[in-house]
Every structure is written in C-alpha cells, then in structure tokens.
C-alpha cells in the first residue's frame, strides 16, 4: 500500500518592510476614482532630438524626461488638472500654482526589488537638461543613502501602526500632497516589452509610458513606419471630467510630437 501525499506547506513569513510604504499608499488611494485613456505619439523628433543631443554632447535624455516636460508645460495652462481632492464627506480641493511631477522607479532597497518616486520640481518652468540631471542622480544614487529616500525608510524602521499613520496623515496634507506624491504623475514600463498600460499615481492625472516600438502610421496621405508610443492618461474623475483630461493628453501628445518647436 502505497503512502498518502503530503501537500507541501507554503513559506509563510511577515511582509517585508521594504514593501509597507507601498501598501500604505495603496490604502490612501482607495478613494480615487480613475478613468483611462489613451493614445499613439509619433516620436520621430523626439528621436531626433535624442540623437542630436547624444552627438553633440554626450547627453542622453530619457524619454521619461521629455514626457515629465511636455506634461508639466500643459498642466500649467490647465490649472483645474493641476489640483488634489481631500476628503468624501466634505471634500475640499487644492489648485497648485506650480507643477511637480513624480516619476516611479524600479530601485533596490534593503536587498529588495521596489517602486519608489522621485518629485521632480516646478517642471511648469523646468528645462530638459535640469529634469535629466535630477533623473541622473536619483538613478545612479544609492536609495539607502539618498535624502530623497530618507521619509520612505524612516517608515520602514517604525512599527507599522506608526508608520501607517504617519503615512496617512502626510497624504491627508494638501499642502504637503504635490511634494510627497507630485501634482501629477509618470510611470513607465517601456524598458520591456510592454507596448501600453494605466496606472494609478495618486494624483489627478497619471502618465502612463509604453515601449517605442516601429508601427505603421499615415503621414501625409501615405503609409509609413514610424517610431511609435503608446502613452496613457489615468484621471480622478473626482476632480476633472473627460473632456479636460482629453485636452490634457492631446496636448501633451502634440508637444511630444512637435519637440523642437517647443524648446
């Protein structure tokens, strides 16, 4: 007679801390009220223009940097965007008279993989060479020693009902909220093989960044290929409704679209 099977047990262990200040996030956004968009960006000039500034002085823009400016000039001329909604009961709503962006990153922390933001400042004014330099640092900066980091580790050594709280409590702050979490927001998978997706950034407006990828497109009454991405736009609907959002994104695409006559 054979011996019954055994089904092995699962490793059970704590949540690392690595990952509390994200799901301490998830929990603050829950009243958001997201709605998805989308479209294609032909990023022949943006290539271009990366191209050129390679050549000429061995810089490298991502193109992470070129959407954060792109959308920071756009949501300075749409103010009702650029805004934070608090509150259900009695809701109260903020507009900003600067535009911060957060870019998540996929970092190291404590030896684990994990999402972390960056806020980079008045990106209403801000040019592409300050925008990548800020990138740069935070890219190539240890998270462990970074200042930018310093409030996301301090909740990782707190118990968890105290960093719970402080967490909530900052995020509650309508002053504080575009210096914690941006006025809006840029998230990208483009380094894969991921052609689109939406995601939610905790602000009014998140970007969401695919892969350029060759696709057909019609240019000029013809059939061509062309660089193409897919880039998204989530939106509380709380605060604006579609036909603004669609300003928004459509903004943002033609100046991606038309780089060199923005700069």
Known sequence: ?????????????????ERRHTLFFLEVIRDCSPVFLDTEVDMTQVLAHRKAAREDGGTHYATTAYVLRAAGRV???????????QGSRRPRIAHYPYVNGKLTLDRMLGGRRVVLGTVVPDLHVAELDAIQRHLERV??????????????????????????SRFRKAARSL????????????????????????????????????RITDRAVARDGRLTVAPVLRLSLSFDHRVIDGA???????????????VHQDR
């Open 175 to 210: 002053a504080l909220r575009p210096h914690l979490t941006g006025t809006f927001a840029v998230t990208s998978l483009g380094h894969r093989a991921v052609d689109s997706f939406h995601s939610v950034g905790g602000t009014t407006t998140t970007f969401g960044v695919g």
């Open 139 to 164: 890219r190539d900066g240890d998270p462990q020693e970074l200042p930018d980091f310093a409030a996301v580790r301090a909740l990782h050594r707190a118990p968890w009902a105290r960093g719970r």
């Open 1 to 17: 007679m054979s011996a019954p099977l055994t089904t092995p047990q699962p490793n059970s262990a704590p949540l690392p801390r």
């Open 244 to 258: 603004e959002a669609a300003d928004v994104l459509t903004e943002v695409k033609e100046a991606l679209e038309n």
């Open 75 to 85: 949501l300075a001329k749409h103010p009702e965007a650029n805004a934070a909604v």
